[in-house]
């Protein structure tokens, strides 16, 4: 199993605004991904971080709303830029172990709740 | 592509009465399946998950799932609810061609009366 922590657990911020949400796995992951769920509802994916290559964004994503970084093999972070209070949401860390066939689980951080004023 | 329909919104249970969530997949490719519950201000947790061997799949606190392909059906079950169960559950589906991508189903609010 991994066990992931995020940082800030939950933040106030302007509109305008740039905040930087940090992953951190207790052990080495091959992908990790970032989701957001909005007020009242489900998980969207918004992209996927390989360590060394750029990150995948899935449609209505982009990278310069969330650019990611993934430096390592224990370590992400995603940035909302420009924020609007659209975007007031919690943001997920999850880590997949690995790609096998066999590798089938994802953990999940504790989220970041995030209002944006 | 996958996709998962969790087909009720909201479930209203008594304590002690069987509970039945329901959850459809779309899938391309021979899907993993799971199921999380999220708790009021929690994060999310397993409970169970499918990957292709027993079709009858049993997880924690008492849950179970059956995979049936001809009705691409991810049911969860459990025979008595209890208080604690009243959460937020996801049926998920993971994409093992695509990075272990996870696409999340809706979710369903269980709701256990006393």
């Known amino acids: 199993s991994a066990v992931i922590s995020q940082k800030p657990s939950r933040d106030i911020c302007q509109r305008g605004t740039s905040l930087t949400i940090q992953c951190q796995v207790d052990?080495?992951?091959?992908?990790m991904f970032w989701y957001r769920q909005q007020p009242g509802q489900s998980l969207t994916l918004i992209a996927t971080a390989n360590q060394g290559s750029e990150a995948t964004y899935e449609s209505g994503f982009v990278i310069d709303k969330f650019p990611i970084s993934r430096p390592n093999l224990t370590f992400s972070t995603l940035t909302v830029s420009n924020m609007s209070p659209e975007d007031s949401s919690i943001y997920l860390c999850s880590a997949a172990p690995g790609t096998g066939p066999r590798d089938t689980e994802a953990f999940f951080g504790q989220g970041t709740r995030l209002t944006v004023v | 592509a996958q996709s998962v329909t969790q087909l009720d919104s909201h479930v209203s249970v008594s304590e002690g009465t069987p509970v039945l969530l329901r959850c459809n997949y779309s899938?391309?490719?021979?899907?993993?399946l799971f199921w999380y519950v999220q708790h009021p201000n929690k994060g999310l947790q397993l409970l169970l998950k499918y990957t292709s061997a027993a079709t009858l799949v049993k997880g924690i606190n008492g849950f179970e799932a059956e995979f049936k392909k001809s009705e691409t059906s991810f049911h969860l079950t459990k025979p008595s609810a209890h208080m604690s169960d009243a959460a937020e559950y996801f049926c998920v589906v993971s994409d093992r061609r695509n990075f272990n991508k996870f696409y999340f189903g809706s979710g369903t609010k269980l709701n256990v009366k006393p």
């Open positions: 899938s391309s490719y021979s899907p993993s």
């Open positions: 052990s080495q992951v091959t992908m």
